[in-house]
């Protein structure tokens, strides 16, 4: 008689587990501890993400499942493989980076602490489960998990009228995305019998049902586009990002991308390879169609409008999403290596346009408006600030000094190449010429004369308050940032080699 008790793996589920249980020891501390003492609150977050990152080194092996069918010891809810490791450490790195971002935007009349990190907490444990779930229910629990809170925090400046407007278009759009997913994945249901990705991928479909098969793989893909904001499903994205705090933004343009490609991934490779036919050709076209829509309206951003910086950050992250999905549409025509491409841009990516929110974020400290033409002459007065946000930028564009941004966009255009998507190559050429336009013109500001009154006073154009004090936490997130950059566009090899390793 087959047993009905298994045991359950806690050091691979340690990640995600160590997340949640500091979200609610936060969540109950924040009843007790006086105003003055809340700082300590993001203190206690940026501790369990740091604890929950080491918690992968005994993972790094990649072998350990667990939640398994007692019946199928190959069919499991959670696996700890490669893949996951990759995009946990992507997860977790990239909440650690948030977390030290909004040391400086909470307690007092900013953010309230104690929701803030509660939600900021609840928002990465659904974001590291999401890639190691391996059924679908699983799947769609761990990205409601990862957004719901997500809603919050976009809305969490409270009496600002931006924010509410972007955290009403991030919650309308999100909620029709799990209505489409959930209508797939009910299909896929029916039409296979089991909701574990390896069985669907191995599944006898009655041919009678399998019109509702392929509607369901679809319904399921268009669910994860609107998640990753790839168009035409891209329309909240922009607005969401200039409406949210800074931190929110930086962390929904990477931890928010690599959930929704991260499921994208598990539910065309893992689960729907029968039908690579159908998403093979239409990841393609979106990608190309992202790439295109993000990077020209990025070019067409207005220096002096208000929040233009952000905005072009925002589009230029839709763009980026036109490439992540480049390896994804290859690997329908070739095999699932190719899916090696979008981890190793997925890193560099993250790494960086963290790095460029946090540049921002600190400049408009001082410079409120978050104007493109704000940025004119910021290497007079913060040179440090001014050579990092250039880095971050020649790396977005693929430029030297940032190589690792050259190198990942090497990488993705390989793919295409190999899978004979040279249409799709083309597109993305031209797309990078396009992007190289606007991420330099952004470079050149910071090294322009200043303006004859801003050089008159020694304060950068724009400054409102000049000699105001950079928290600690902010100039740590950018040099952290800089530095990770650095030393991978040093040495690219080391990136490539791991996400090479990081398949299934």
Known sequence: MTSLVQSVDWLAIAPPLIVAATALIILVADLF??????????????????????MLLPLRH??????????????????ADHFTLAIQLLVLGGALLTALLSM????????????FWFLLL???????????????????????????????LVGLKRGNRLSSEAALKFFLSSVTA??????????????????HLTRIATAQVDPQLDTLAEAGVVLTL?????????APFHFWAPDTYVGAPLPVAAYLSVIGKAVGFSGLILVTVVAFPGYANIWGPAVAVLAGLTMTVGNTAALRQQATRAHSAVRLLAWSSIGQAGYLLVPIAAAGYTSDREIGSTVAYALMYAVVNLGAFATVALVARSRPGR??????????????????????????AGLPPGIIGLFAKVTVFQSAVDAGLGWLAAVMAVNVVIALYYYLRWTAVLFRTPRAAAARTGAAAG????????????????????AAGAVLSVAPQLVLHFASGSLF
């Open 33 to 54: 501890v006086p105003d003055h003492r809340k700082p300590l609150l993001g203190w206690t977050a940026v501790a369990g993400l740091a604890a929950a990152f080491l």
């Open 104 to 115: 400086s935007e909470t307690g007092g009349d900013r953010l309230p602490a104690g929701e």
């Open 178 to 195: 799990t209505a489409v997913t959930l209508l797939g994945v009910s299909f896929v249901y029916a039409a296979t019998g089991t909701l």
């Open 463 to 482: 400054d409102t308050h000049p000699g105001l004090r950079i928290p600690v936490p902010l100039t740590l997130t950018v040099a952290l940032a800089a």
């Open 371 to 396: 104007r493109l033409s704000d940025y004119r002459g910021l290497y007079a007065t913060r040179p440090f600030t001014a050579l990092a946000l250039a880095f971050f930028l020649l790396c977005l």
């Open 62 to 79: 990649g072998n350990r499942s667990t939640f398994c069918l007692t019946t199928d010891h190959g069919a499991c809810s959670y696996t």
């Open 222 to 230: 268009v669910g994860f586009a609107f998640k990753t904001a790839v």
């Open 122 to 152: 609840a928002s990465a444990s659904g974001a590291a489960l999401l890639p190691a779930s391996r059924d679908l229910a699983t799947l769609v629990v761990a990205l409601e998990v990862a957004s719901l809170p997500a809603f919050a």
